[in-house]
T-cell receptor
Framework: GQQLNQSPQSMFIQEGEDVSMNCTSSSIFNTWLWYKQDPGEGPVLLIALYKAGELTSNGRLTAQFGITRKDSFLNISASIPSDVGIYFCAGPLIQGAQKLVFGQGTRLTINP | KAGVTQTPRYLIKTRGQQVTLSCSPISGHRSVSWYQQTPGQGLQFLFEYFSETQRNKGNFPGRFSGRQFSNSRSEMNVSTLELGDSALYLC??????????????FGSGTRLTVV
């Protein structure tokens, strides 16, 4: 089952507002990934974080790798209509089957 | 460079039938992973293939199987379909196996509906 707890599950905001979402785990991860999925498409990688405490930006997106290595945050500044979609956090699980585990996603809806 | 191509995009099958889905990775990528996405369970890992060998397997029943060809294209097969198999099936490619920390490139998925 899911090992990453992502919140909030959904957000309804006005265009231009800032957005924050986070992801927590009971396990330590050495890498945190943030993906965005548009309707009818596969997830697209937005930001990858490799070091505890790391803060990385990609345009209006900023993500942080928590110091405890058990959490990560994604912020979107000055939201625009094309930011609508589902945002997923993910981390690599290397015990047992090597795979990515994903959070349940945050569905972002923007009112123009 | 072409992305990851999954075919078909949509499928409707009847319970008890079997289905085969196809994935062509990005040129030069040798690892293909498959995920099932449902509203209830989210994204769940099915299996990974690299150089025609299954490298990793998730916790799915034996009805779910896959293979990879010498050109790195991969297929997954689901036999004896159940209603609960209705999902978006995503494949993702990467250059080599084990590059989980760098993320994958996902295809657009195949939407399977079992009726």
């Amino acid at each position: 089952g899911q090992q990453l707890n992502q919140s909030p599950q959904s957000m309804f905001i006005q265009e231009g507002e800032d957005v924050s979402m986070n992801c927590t785990s009971s396990s330590i991860f050495n890498t945190w990934l943030w993906y965005k999925q548009d309707p009818g498409e596969g997830p697209v990688l937005l930001i990858a974080l490799y070091k505890a405490g790391e803060l990385t930006s990609n345009g209006r997106l900023t993500a942080q790798f928590g110091i405890t290595r058990k959490d990560s945050f994604l912020n979107i500044s000055a939201s625009i209509p094309s930011d609508v979609g589902i945002y997923f956090c993910a981390g690599p699980l290397i015990q047992g089957a090597q795979k990515l585990v994903f959070g349940q996603g945050t569905r972002l809806t923007i009112n123009p | 460079k072409a992305g990851v191509t999954q075919t078909p995009r949509y499928l409707i099958k009847t319970r008890g039938q079997q289905v085969t889905l196809s994935c062509s990775p990005i040129s030069g990528h040798r690892s293909v992973s498959w995920y099932q996405q449902t509203p209830g369970q989210g994204l769940q890992f099915l299996f990974e293939y690299f150089s025609e060998t299954q490298r990793n397997k998730g916790n799915f029943p034996g009805r779910f199987s896959g293979r990879q060809f010498s050109n790195s294209r991969s297929e997954m097969n689901v036999s004896t379909l159940e209603l609960g198999d209705s999902a978006l099936y995503l494949c993702a490619s990467s250059e080599i196996s084990g590059l989980l920390g760098y993320g994958y490139t996902f295809g657009s998925g195949t939407r399977l509906t079992v009726v």
